[in-house]
């Protein structure tokens, strides 16, 4: 997993940003419009597992199994899903004939994984 240490760098204010290749490209620039987009949905998933993580927990049967379950199972996944989200910030902040060799990609794995993951969830759910 990636470590920041510093989320500005102060070499913004002449309407460009870097990608990761240290290239410059116009702020208005489509590909930093769907970094920022997944950095939005990052942020949202990460308030849903707060508040999952904030359900109260009762061992007494019933429904409170299932909020034990959902903590358990779904917050696990959404947190898996932000890194994933996080790795594919990184591969969209590239130009994709300069993707360094030991970044990590998302691909048809991971987007495997949160189908059967989703279609598991969906065998609890009364049909719609």
């Known amino acids: ?7 500005y760098t102060g070499g913004g204010d002449d309407g460009s940003s870097s990608l990761v290749d240290g290239s410059r490209r116009s702020k208005s620039d489509q590909r930093f419009e769907v970094v920022g987009c997944c950095d939005e ?22 429904g409170s199994n299932t909020i034990q379950r959902v903590q358990l199972v779904v917050s696990s996944a959404l947190k898996r899903v932000q890194n994933e989200l996080f ?8 130009d994709p004939q300069k993707i360094p060799q030991n970044m990590v990609l998302i691909g048809q794995q991971q987007s495997d994984v949160l189908v059967d993951e989703m279609d598991a969830w969906l065998l609890d759910l009364e049909p719609l």
Request: with cysteine; charged share 25%; proline share 3%.
């Open 87 to 94: 790795d594919l910030g990184g591969e969209l902040a590239c």
């Open 41 to 62: 949905l990052n942020a949202a998933l990460g308030i849903v597992v707060m508040e999952i993580n904030r359900l109260p927990e009762h061992e007494d049967g019933g």
């Open 1 to 7: 997993m990636v470590r920041i240490t510093r989320v």
